[in-house]
């Protein structure tokens, strides 16, 4: 029985380093800033103690956005996590909580400036919206979720850098 043990152990030891070989899966190929938004015409202090003012050229770009028409725009917080070739990878912009959650996995790279990817916002461990957007680096796209408190939460995501 203790042949049987050292014969196995010695076995484990050789196979081990094949085990521990790097997962190209989880190399980065760069990273994503994500911000999560607050948008409302009521009073902008229902969106709690971590909303933060914005600044002016955040500003001009969400009231640019077509289809929004409010008078008060706060940050609730930001997550900027690496971009993993293989895997969905997460953003927690509105941190400690959990309850808003932004996936985001590589479909394609298009150049050395662009990426496809799938990005699902989950809110309360539900998925709300799914798309498939090209996005460059150094440009964000805003995507308008659900009503909350009322008034309604904003999803800016941008590319901030692609490893070749």
């Known amino acids: 029985m203790v042949m049987k043990s050292f014969l196995l152990y010695l076995a484990l030891c050789f196979l081990t380093p094949t085990l521990w070989a790097d997962d190209p899966g989880m190399k980065s190929i760069g990273a994503m800033n994500v ?3 607050f948008a409302t015409n009521e009073d902008p202090a229902v969106a709690g103690g971590i909303a933060k ?6 500003l001009k770009k969400l009231k640019a956005i077509e289809g929004l028409d409010f008078e008060h725009y706060r940050l609730m917080g930001c997550d900027m996590p690496d971009i993993l070739k293989g895997y969905e990878n997460w953003a927690t912009p509105l941190l400690p909580s959990k309850e808003i959650l932004v996936s985001f996995q590589p479909i394609r790279k298009s150049g050395d400036k662009k990426l496809q990817m799938v990005l699902e916002y989950w809110q309360s461990k539900r ?3 799914s798309v498939n957007p090209i996005l460059t680096i150094g440009k964000s796209l805003y995507l ?4 909350w408190r009322k008034g309604r939460l904003i999803l800016a995501v941008k590319i901030e850098k692609l490893n070749e």
């Open 144 to 147: 308008v979720g659900p009503e």
């Open 35 to 37: 911000q999560l938004f």
């Open 53 to 58: 003012g914005v600044s002016e050229t955040e």
């Open 127 to 129: 998925k709300v919206f």
